[in-house]
């Protein structure tokens, strides 16, 4: 049994003595794992805790052997000293600085050059039909908007109400949604595949296998990842709870798809006017990519929204308000907005074609050689640029850069946790959505030039895959940007009382090897181990 040495000052004893009251001094109760002399009959019933120590006045010396009575301990008095290292000051949440500006100038930028040109080529499309009617460039304009524009408005329409629909369908029943997202991706796009090839003409024909081929893709990777499904679908659920606790909160993306609408029907416009431009298909694919960045950087806008509110109500238990967040990610975050507009998706696919790589490696050692390097040098780049970056971006105001690398070495700090969140399939769900309704979308407008000018049905149903993925990935911001903060702020603070038992029950199952996420990466037998 411990000995207890109390050690009080001499002056406290020379009261006692006087018989004046007791100062109010430290009592420190020292525990000596040494070898225990004989202990009094009180203190071997009464032991004392280990190491406290208090600032109130000690209890008057009581007598036992005069049959006084002992008052009750007072338990409450006592503070443990703190085991645990003071922590440092909380990093601030309203930074006034713009991130990543050389970026954000360069879209500004861009953003000028590509409005100019869209502005020119819609002038230049009016003036060609009004000045000069019977011209070949005008009666060529008139016949592209007659036949060609009324069906890409209206994929736009239908790409709104499919991202919308999506959106609320995986809100409602997150569960459900992660399985029906998978299989009517692959259901839809063979059967979009075969329609395009039943059109019988030679591009038609060619966007019709490349759908099909894609289809078999997502079949294959829809039965590779069905163990995942069950966790995803789980994650899902618990992710999207905190959005009904904010009003307004998908009001960004609705503001981001209605401007979206209205930019792709200028930008479609403009696109018949670039027609009869010098060096068209170079002028054409200029626009299509500055579409592309332009709608990536809407959708990062929204998804920055979303992560600032739901990430400091995971982090700081705050009602932040969706309109103050969204003035952040359209000024101080923009920035970093676009930087990760262009560097995510390429990193990304980059990364999935290094996987495919390292799952080809086996016979061919010339071909395959370097599947492992590439593997490994993807891996330390998507460490310094990743998906995961918005929620420091948005909560702490940080660059693209510095928030890839804190969130990661977050997820890397937890045992298991890295390996978890690469192993999350909630990024490929959302993109199998707008995939799913690029494909709706090119079924519908397909058909329809089909039946109006056959010659269109091939650029009409590319160009309509192409704007109605955007427009559901503008939509599909939230849900991914609320499952994405729902994995950083664990990482961040896996105490919280706001996470349930999702992912700690997932960290102890693969710890103790029985978790169907993290499989072995099938490959081909390495010939000296068929040897």
């Known amino acids: 049994m411990p000995v207890t040495r109390l050690q009080a000052p001499s002056r406290q004893e020379a009261a006692r003595d006087r018989g004046a009251a007791p100062e109010a001094v430290e009592k420190v109760v020292v525990v000596d794992q040494a070898s225990p002399p004989p202990v009094s009959r009180l203190q071997a019933q009464r032991p004392l805790a280990p190491l406290q120590v208090t600032t109130q006045a000690p209890p008057p010396p009581i007598s036992v052997a005069s049959g006084a009575v002992e008052p009750p301990p007072q338990v409450a008095a006592y503070q443990p000293v703190p085991l645990a290292p003071q922590q440092g000051p909380l990093p601030s949440l309203n930074s006034h600085k ?6 954000l100038c360069l879209f500004l930028l861009h953003l000028a050059a590509a409005g100019f040109a869209v502005g020119f080529f819609v002038f230049k499309t009016i003036h060609d039909n009004t000045q000069n009617p019977r011209s070949r460039n005008a009666r060529r304009e008139r016949s592209l908007l007659r036949d ?11 790409s709104i109400v499919l991202a919308f629909a999506w959106q609320k369908a995986v809100r409602t029943w997150p569960r459900a949604m992660v399985r029906v997202i998978l299989w009517s991706s692959f259901a839809i796009t063979l059967g979009v595949g075969a329609l395009l090839m039943c059109f019988s003409t030679l591009a038609t024909v060619g966007l019709g296998v490349a759908m099909v081929v894609f289809s078999i893709g997502t079949g294959l990777y829809a039965c590779w990842v069905t163990r995942r499904l069950g966790f995803t679908a789980r994650v899902f659920e618990r992710a999207v709870q905190p959005v009904d606790k904010f009003r307004g ?3 960004p993306a609705y503001l981001m798809v209605a401007a979206g ?12 006017g670039a027609v009869n431009f010098r060096f068209p298909g ?19 806008v929204a998804n920055l929204t979303a992560s600032r509110v739901i990430a400091l109500y995971y982090l700081r238990g705050m009602q932040s308000s969706v309109q103050f967040s969204f003035q952040r990610a359209l000024t101080y975050n923009l920035g970093s907005a676009c930087l990760g507009s262009l560097f995510v998706p390429t990193i990304e696919a980059l990364r999935i074609l290094a996987r495919g790589l390292n799952l080809l490696e086996g016979e061919d050692e010339f071909m395959f050689s370097c599947a492992h390097c590439c593997l490994h040098v993807m891996n330390g780049i998507f460490s310094f640029g990743n998906s995961w970056a918005f929620v ?6 940080r660059g693209f850069v510095q928030a890839s690398r804190s969130t990661w070495g977050q997820f890397e700090a937890l045992p298991g946790m890295a390996a978890l969140v690469d192993s999350d399939i909630t990024s490929s769900v959302c993109f199998l959505t707008g995939v799913t309704s690029g494909a709706l979308c090119v079924a519908m407008a397909g058909s329809w030039a089909f039946a109006t000018h056959r010659h269109y049905t091939a650029t009409v149903s590319l160009l309509a895959f192409f704007v109605g993925y955007l427009m559901t990935r503008i939509g599909m911001a939230l849900p991914q940007a609320c499952v994405g903060c729902y994995y950083v702020c664990y990482a961040e603070n896996p105490g919280s009382r706001l996470f349930d038992d999702t992912i700690p029950e997932r960290l102890r199952k693969m710890q103790e090897g ?7 990466t099938p490959r081909f037998p390495h010939p000296r181990a068929a040897a």
């Open 148 to 158: 060609w524009l009324l069906p890409v408005e209206g994929t736009v329409v239908l």
């Open 282 to 300: 170079l002028t054409i694919l200029a626009l299509v990519l500055s579409l592309m960045w332009t709608a990536e950087v809407m959708r990062n």
């Open 514 to 520: 029985r978790d169907p996420l993290v499989v072995p």
């Open 249 to 251: 909160l998908n009001g």
């Open 392 to 397: 420091h971006i948005a909560a702490y105001g």
């Open 261 to 272: 609408f209205v930019w792709i029907s200028v930008w479609c416009v403009a696109v018949i």
């Open 98 to 103: 713009y991130t990543n500006g050389i970026t």
